[in-house]
Structures are given as structure tokens and as C-alpha cells.
């Protein structure tokens, strides 16, 4: 299969707008796959929805209806999200700014009850400015990094069918995982009450 061409550069409310127009019932992998492969984002159109936190990656709304959410992810150096999965979501990802590597794992088991599990690495990737990936249901759990080597920030483009309050978090160390809430550092360019950067 080609690699489809790169139609267009959008600044983000352009592209969240031609993404919106895929109706719901046509909100697949492959369709919504094809449209982020086809437009780039002006990088510099993000700015309104970038922050950056020592403390943490930031996850930063920029859209959200019944059918998808958009969220620009930044990352300073070093910085790193849990071992986790999307909570059945498809999921999309942009990368406009950076590069990030992204390691692969496989629940080989799990106890519901005792909420113990065993969690395989298998394969990883790296993700560049301007190149586009998706996460495949079936097998989605992964954990992100902006490793230190890499030496720049790194922002990233999400997009989740149906808007995801929840996930699973994985633990190596302990062989166990639980269900967490998400949460925004900012919600359409503003910073979530409470919320420190420092």
C-alpha cells in the first residue's frame, strides 16, 4: 500500500474542521488515517494550545465533540507517560514538532480481580516531525517518551474516536495495573483552575 500524498498544510481549526466533516459512521482507522497522512498541520497555529510543565507532559484540548476529541500533547525533554492503553478508543497521532519514541507491549495475562497482570515489550518506533501514526485497538499499549538523547521539546497531535476520561495504566514493577481518570492542563488555549507549570 502507498504512503497517500500530502494534499494540504491547514493551520489547526482548518483541520480539525475537515476531520469533523467525516461523518461518524465513516470515523474509521483507515478513513481518518488517510486524512492525517493527506493534511499537515501549521505548527505555529498550535501555539495557543501549547504549555509546557517541569513537571510533567501536558495534555491540552483543543476540540471535542461526541464523535472525537483533538489534543495537542507537550513534551519537554525527558519527559515520559506511563505504560497505559486507550481504553478500546482508536487513536491517531501527528507529530508537528520534535520526535518521540513510542514503545510497544502486549498484556500476555491479567487478573481482574486481583488487578495483577503480566506486560511483554515488543516492538518500538520512533515518530518524526510531520509523520503520522495510529494505535491499533487490539493491541494498544504503549508508553511515550521524549528521551533525553533526542535534546528538543516535542509536540504531538492526538485525536481519540469518542472523548477518553479513562484508561488503563500499567506497572512493570509490580506486575499490576488499575483504571485512572484523565484530566486536561488546559482546555481550548486556557489553563485548567489549579493547574501549576513550574
Not at 478500546?88 to 500476555?108: F, T
Not at 495504566?169 to 488546559?186: K, N
Request: proline share 3%; net charge negative; with cysteine.
Amino acid at each position: 500500500m502507498t504512503k497517500p500524498t500530502l494534499l494540504a498544510e491547514l493551520d489547526v481549526d482548518q483541520w480539525l474542521a475537515g476531520l469533523a466533516r467525516i461523518p461518524a459512521m465513516e470515523f474509521s482507522q483507515e478513513n481518518v488515517q488517510r486524512y492525517i497522512h493527506q493534511h499537515a498541520i501549521v505548527a505555529d497555529s498550535l501555539k495557543p494550545y501549547t504549555f509546557f510543565s517541569a513537571r510533567q507532559y501536558t495534555r491540552n484540548l483543543i476540540f471535542k465533540n461526541e464523535v472525537f476529541e483533538c489534543l495537542a500533547l507537550c513534551w519537554d525533554i525527558g519527559q515520559s507517560s506511563s505504560v497505559h492503553n486507550h481504553n478500546d478508543r482508536l487513536g491517531w497521532v501527528y507529530m508537528s514538532s520534535g520526535r518521540l519514541s513510542v514503545q510497544n507491549y502486549v498484556v500476555e495475562s491479567r487478573d481482574s480481580v486481583q488487578q495483577t497482570c503480566c506486560v511483554i515489550p515488543t516492538d518500538s518506533a520512533e515518530l518524526h516531525a510531520g509523520q503520522a501514526a495510529d494505535v491499533d485497538r487490539e493491541a494498544g499499549v504503549h508508553k511515550v517518551c521524549n528521551l533525553p538523547r533526542f535534546q528538543e521539546r516535542a509536540i504531538s497531535v492526538h485525536v481519540y474516536q469518542r472523548p477518553m476520561d479513562q484508561c488503563e495504566v500499567y506497572s512493570l514493577e509490580t506486575g499490576t495495573y488499575q483504571t485512572i481518570d484523565l484530566s486536561y492542563t488546559s482546555e481550548y488555549g486556557r489553563l485548567k483552575l489549579g493547574v501549576r507549570l513550574a
